[in-house]
Each structure stands twice: as C-alpha cells, then as structure tokens.
C-alpha cells in the first residue's frame, strides 16, 4: 500500500509518500506502530482512500493511507 505524509511528518521523513508491506489483516494501527512513538501519534488523523479512518479498520491490498498530522500555526 502507499502510505503519504503531511505536514510535520512529511517535513521530518523528508518525503511525501512510500510503499509499505504490512500482512494480510494488517489494521491502520499497525501502519502507525512503525514510527514507534505510541503517544506522538495519537494526534494523527488517518485517512484510507480519501476517507477518515479509525486505528481498527483493516487495510487492504492497494490502499492508499494518509497520515494528517494536526494543523498548527497561525497569523503573527
């Protein structure tokens, strides 16, 4: 599946998307357990084919999941 960054994530990896192999069965949590920092994600909304999805919805072969982290900034 293709897995593409926004925002913070996509500025710290250094790119906007990758190819990622998981299992069969594999969940939206599991794509996110690849950063390893369980809390920071949290924050990350995520979406499976231009739908929010939640961390328990099954991925599928050929998926594409966004990984929107929250919006920050503003006017100075």
């Known amino acids: 599946m293709r897995v593409l960054y926004f925002g913070v994530l996509k500025e710290t990896l250094g790119r906007e998307s990758e190819m990622v192999d998981l299992a069969e069965g594999a969940c939206v949590a599991d794509v996110l357990a690849r950063f390893g ?6 924050s990350i909304a995520v979406a499976v084919n231009h739908e929010y999805a939640r961390r328990e919805d099954v991925l599928r072969d050929g998926d594409e999941v966004a990984l929107l982290p929250p919006v920050s900034g503003g006017v100075r």
């Open 37 to 42: 920092n369980e809390e920071q994600m949290r």
